[in-house]
């Protein structure tokens, strides 16, 4: 099915479909970047644990009405997707403060939200993904204000579906990043992945960090913590 390699990014490959205008392929990948791409490592194993996970949340989310562009896994490191064409923001969801948002704003590290906080980047690399408002979103990007509302609102539903999912399985969900896309009709749906690459997760009895700030800080093994995650997936859909 895989044809031209279309574009490659630090984490993912994406191919065209032989014969499927409208699909494209999603190639995971070993690579572990941070700090905007300043630490790089390789890791054997990541890209087939993030499909993985990746693919089992879309399915959950699925299930419980939430569209997005994904079709099937393919292979261990393989997604088929339909296409569409991103919108330029990364959706924040904060469950609890830590991170940037401390430093920024002096919130106690820890603090837990009783309502999510949604923030809004501009997906700029040139310009390191700035924090923007609701005017800066809408004039960039060009979507309108009821667009800009449901993607908000979208991004506080798939929360809840989350918070419950990771919960069953002993962790807190921290904070995630969220991207959205376009299809060919114009519509909405949720897009790119939902992983330990794009979360943060912290076990609920020991606090330990169970993401990819194991490797942004030089904590523990990357795949090891990953394939944790994975294990208490896949036992939980079986219980």
Not at 18 to 41: C, M, P, R, S, W
Not at 194 to 207: A, F, Q, V
Not at 217 to 234: F, H, P, Q
Request: proline share 2%; net charge negative.
């Amino acid at each position: 099915m895989k044809s031209a390699l279309l574009y490659e990014g630090k984490a993912k490959k994406v191919h065209s479909v032989v014969g499927e205008e409208g699909q494209l392929i999603l190639e995971y990948k070993d690579d572990a970047t941070a700090f905007n791409g300043e630490k790089h490592k390789i890791f054997k194993g990541k890209g087939r644990l993030n499909n993985l996970i990746s693919s089992h949340i879309f399915h959950y989310l699925h299930e419980k009405g939430v569209a997005s562009h994904f079709i099937q896994a393919l292979s261990d490191t393989e997604q088929l997707v339909y296409q569409t064409h991103i919108i330029p923001i990364e959706v924040v969801v904060r469950n609890i403060a830590t991170g940037s948002l401390t430093k920024r704003l002096g919130i106690t590290e820890g603090a837990v939200f009783h309502e999510p906080l949604v923030e809004l980047y501009y997906k700029e690399d040139a310009l390191n993904d700035p924090l923007m408002n609701d005017d800066h979103a809408k004039y960039i990007t060009g979507i309108s204000e009821g667009e800009l509302e449901f993607i908000k609102e979208q991004a506080r539903n798939i929360n809840h579906h989350l918070q419950v999912m990771y919960q069953k399985i002993g962790v807190k969900l921290v904070d995630f990043k969220l991207e959205f896309g376009r299809l060919h009709d114009g519509s909405i749906v949720l897009s790119d992945e939902i992983s330990p690459d794009t979360c943060r997760l912290w076990e609920e009895e020991t606090g330990r960090k169970m993401d990819k700030d194991v490797f942004r800080n030089d904590i523990e093994d990357l795949v090891e913590i990953y394939d944790t995650i994975w294990k208490r997936m896949e036992a939980n859909v079986h219980v």
